[in-house]
């Protein structure tokens, strides 16, 4: 058998009366990346957030590396890395500080090359909020590779890039599955990104079409 690194049955989730997630049911094997299209308001964000637990599902399930997303929080972040929409980067400290914050966190090490990898090594002591939206893009780059997830989930990682950012993506995703990671990219740039992705899942209204 295959083994899994994300599987999820029937679930759903809402805000008020409207379902953006409703009963989706897939599994993703280890070390594979996946696409996830849609438009906007199709529910790649909830999903993304549900799997890695920022959020709660209203009903179903899913597990994230063999945890459940309810009752086994913890360890999902433990093992994943969520680039969000929201940065959540501490705006009065430097590129390298928050860096440092995570790594004393996650017991991780590598702060100089991931700065370098991302292209912020001129940058890197200037407080964050001097910094483009394509800077901090960046810069949440280097904090997702930094933890070296198992599973890493990217959503619209090509948001507020240059075309050279935009070659960072796919790097970055190349060096995650070199290191058996699985990646889960909810995006609009399905052209770019289905050159490289095993499969793919649209949603549209919170459900699975394709």
Not at 23 to 37: E, L, N
């Amino acid at each position: 058998m295959v083994a899994m690194a994300v599987e999820a049955v029937k679930l759903a989730r809402r805000y008020g009366r409207r379902w953006a997630l409703a009963g989706v049911t897939f599994g993703i094997p280890k070390g594979a990346v996946v696409m996830i299209a849609g438009r906007n308001g199709s529910g790649k964000s909830t999903l993304l957030r549900v799997l890695s637990t920022v959020i709660r599902p209203d009903a179903g399930s899913a597990t994230v590396g063999g945890f459940d997303v309810v009752r086994q929080r913890d360890d999902i972040r433990r093992k994943s890395a969520l680039l969000s929409h929201h940065s959540y980067l501490y705006e009065s400290l430097s590129a390298r500080e928050n860096l440092e914050i995570l790594a004393r966190l996650t017991r991780r090490t590598g702060i100089e090359e991931m700065i370098e990898r991302v292209g912020l090594a001129g940058r890197a002591d200037d407080p964050v909020n001097t910094y483009s939206a394509g800077m901090r893009k960046r810069l949440s780059f280097a904090r997702v590779l930094l933890q070296r997830p198992e599973i890493a989930m990217l959503d619209e990682p090509f948001g507020q890039l240059d075309p050279a950012g935009f070659a960072l993506v796919e790097e970055v995703v190349g060096e995650l599955k070199k290191q058996g990671a699985t990646v889960l990219l909810a995006t609009h740039q399905v052209e770019r990104v289905e050159n490289f992705s095993d499969f793919g899942i649209t949603l549209e209204a919170g459900r699975i079409i394709e």
